[in-house]
């Protein structure tokens, strides 16, 4: 929204990230209440006013936004709007078409629901790698049990790793869990953003040449620093 597009311009600048922004000028930008529990390990709970973000449209993705780019990382909000729909799909078909491996966070269990596991399953597929929570993974299967569920989503999925907080992470390709990965001991105060930092550590590494294990380590690692600070 235009209401803050320069401060989170100046912010993501200020931190060596390039901001490439659609600004929309009619709807304000997405605000997220976060309630945290300090009794319950620092478990947090949303209240969300998507704004703007809703209004993503296939209009504002570009094939140059995929140039010099090794990896496309989604967010799996888009995918809770028809727009956004549209807009996934036309990035997923622009890096399939580059070769440009992408990897998907589902993002919400409460919109997953919403939108339903069996649709969510056919507008991701051709996604390289899946990164959901423990709870979106058995969401997505009907599985109660996180391993089942990760060996269930490869199936489909070339490579799914499953975040499960202070169990750490699971990683399955082909229909079996390869790697069951262990947190790093943490003083959780906040776990808000922790799967984000886990994915962005993940990512990281993957980029820098590291295998997948290695990755999912990386990843736990951030986890764990990022539950030990309150806020995102």
Known sequence: GADSAGWHERELAVHGVRPL??????????TVICLVDEEAA????FLTDSGASLRLEPGDWSEE?????ARLHLSGYPLFSDTGRAFVAAALKAARARGVPVSLDPASTGFLAGLGADRFLALVAGVDVLLPSRDEACLLTGLSDPAEAAAELSRDIALVVVTCGAQ????????EVRSRVPAVAA???????AGDAFTGAFLAALLSGADEGDAVRQGCLAGARAVEVVGG
């Not at 936004?65 to 780019?69: E, F, I, Q, R």
């Open 65 to 69: 936004l995929l140039d010099g780019v």
């Open 42 to 45: 620092g478990e947090r709970t």
């Open 168 to 175: 750490g992470a699971l990683l399955a390709r082909s229909g």
């Open 21 to 30: 922004l659609v600004v929309d000028e009619t709807a304000p930008t997405g």
């Open 187 to 193: 003083r959780a105060r906040d776990t808000t953003g």
